[in-house]
């Protein structure tokens, strides 16, 4: 089972950021949440590992399901992300690696303190990081890498939990062009693998290369929802303008 | 003679130094309180660095004293002395954890969001991102600030000489009036404050680039 979605909506204040979405994602697919600023997509992607918390509808991820419509109880919601969020990882735009943890402190952290073995966690980093193509890298400070590298380095440390479902949010926002290829190359690996990925992104270029499914919002609704085909057939309008500017 | 000067250096560096330590976790309360979610906290622990403040360290080191002596007085219906050490440590470091606080705040604020939301997504508890995460960053920022007031704080211990702890200054002072050398013993006092402020300058030099060591390494 993969995600699914029904009748999700979330308000900031009186903005109603979300409104009554509802998708499915197989198991395996790498997703990409298309739209433009402010059209919700980031903090939909954000619902997913619950770093906010919808205010009604309900959500089945990595095999949890949530149910937000009669007024959810803090202290038991807390504890159920705490978990979800080990099988559901997440990649974030500036990277938000931890400066003055090393490369492989970084990669560490979080599966020890969650019960791995530190040699069984130093040698899953060491894995990892050749996965990723820095494997020289281990022992050095996040500054001393390129934004490519310590993009790669936050994939790494995300998989680090084994997660089922793989989130980015705006991965490559902070990358030039010519970087964004590194990045493209471990989604597509990653993609191989089995492993659920649901991507956020402005830059249609970039969704192109990784999507094997698309959904475009505006305005806090779903427009079109569909396989990767739709990026050569948009089934409405203004899914077709937006591919177009 | 030598060997009284030399108990009171000690003295003196042992209040500061309790001070800062008790300080110090007060200071990261206070901070905590005032960046709290709740409003209710939020007012008192500002109300409290406020009146701190706008208080002359001597009027708190007072109320420490006298005041705490004769609350105890009105709780237990007994006369208990309180050591001027413990109420000159408790006093210091209510002053110095009301200075830092602000440091710490301001330290704690400068350490970006998405470092504990990174934390958070690894399924990290509250406690521990704090712990691993914020804490050793924001203690980069605030170091410098921490420092400043440290020394402060080294040079306030010599109020507790009013409240009768016998510190390096009131020391010289005893000297002084023993000997009828005032320039002698008050010089002396000033070259050991002067000593300890250059041995604190230099710990806190090798603190920071400690706490830097992660920015700006070379690639070799």
Known sequence: ?245 | MLELFFNATLMTLGLALSSLLLGLVLATLLALGELSRFRLLRYLTVSWVTIIRGLPEILVVFFIYFGATHLLFLLTDEFIEISPFSAGTVALSLIYSSYASQTLRGAFMAVPRGQSEAAKALGLSSGRCFYRVILPQAWRHALPGLGNQWLVLLKDTALVALIGVTDLLRQAQLFSSQTYEPFTWYATAGVIYLVITLISQHCLDKMKQKTSQHIRTVNV
């Not at chain 1, 890298?137 to 934004?147: F, I, Q, R, T, V």
């Not at chain 1, 970087?179 to 990653?190: A, D, H, S």
């Not at chain 1, 249609?204 to 919002?217: C, G, P, Q, T």
């Open chain 1, 1 to 245: 089972m993969g995600i699914v979605v029904e009748s999700l909506s979330k308000a900031f204040g009186s903005t109603q950021v979300l409104k009554d979405i509802s998708f499915s994602i197989p198991r395996g697919e790498t997703t990409v949440l298309l739209g433009a600023s402010g059209a919700g997509k980031s903090t939909l992607l954000r619902m997913l590992n619950l770093l906010e918390t919808p205010d009604q509808g309900t959500m089945k991820i990595a095999d949890m399901s949530f149910n937000f419509s009669n007024g959810h109880d803090n202290k038991h919601l807390n504890k159920q992300a705490c978990a979800l969020r080990r099988k559901v990882g997440m990649v974030f735009q500036q990277y938000n690696l931890w400066p003055h943890m090393t490369v492989l402190d970084n990669l560490i952290e979080a599966p020890v303190v969650q019960g791995m073995p530190k040699k069984q966690a130093i040698s899953k980093a060491k894995e990892l990081l050749e996965r990723v193509g820095l494997s020289e890298k281990a022992e050095a400070w996040p500054s001393s890498l390129s934004g490519g590298q310590q993009q790669r380095v936050a994939i790494a440390r995300a998989l680090m939990l084994s997660p089922d479902v793989l989130l980015f949010d705006e991965p490559t926002a902070a990358l030039d062009p010519a970087i964004t290829n590194q990045v493209v190359e471990v989604i597509k690996e990653l993609s191989q693998s089995g492993i659920t990925q649901v991507v956020v992104t402005h830059e249609v270029e970039f969704a192109r290369k990784i999507a094997s499914k698309v959904i475009y919002l505006e305005d806090g609704h779903i427009v079109e929802d569909g396989s990767s085909d739709h990026f050569a057939h948009p089934q409405t309008e203004a899914f077709r303008s937006y591919l177009e500017h």
